[in-house]
Nanobody, 120 residues
Framework: QVQLVESGGGSVQAGGSLKLSCVAS????????MGWYRQAPGTERELVST???????NYADSVKGRFAISQDNAKKTLYLQMSSLKTEDTAMYYC??????????????WGRGTQVTVSS
């Protein structure tokens, strides 16, 4: 069964930290790329960070230097360590698995999301 299950969200004050986890089924974890996306109310879903199968990482400019993506292959788990959180980081965070298409990627699996709320 296809599964991506996020956890680790919650409420935190600005300047605090949270670590999100995404447990994936073995098949999905071997995807070309895994990533974290977020969506705040009234906005479109946006890329936060991705980790490719070759180890390449990618971050949105708004989170560079504050967030770190990583994975534990043995646990089939993708992580997002979030530090120095800002109120504008408040959103639903989604884990995604992507396949390679030519020189690009296509998201083919989504998790259900975990809510992150940062208060001032």
């Amino acid at each position: 069964q296809v599964q991506l299950v996020e956890s680790g969200g919650g409420s935190v004050q600005a300047g605090g930290s949270l670590k999100l986890s995404c447990v994936a089924s073995a098949y999905i974890f071997s995807s070309c790329r895994m990533g974290w996306y977020r969506q705040a109310p009234g906005t479109e879903r946006e890329l936060v960070s991705t980790l490719s199968s070759d180890g390449t990482t990618n971050y949105a400019d708004s989170v560079k230097g504050r967030f770190a993506i990583s994975q534990d292959n043995a646990k089939k788990t993708l992580y997002l360590q979030m530090s120095s959180l800002k109120t504008e980081d408040t959103a639903m965070y989604y884990c995604a698995a992507e396949r390679c298409i030519g020189l690009g990627y296509e998201i083919n699996y989504w998790g259900r999301g975990t809510q992150v709320t940062v208060s001032s």
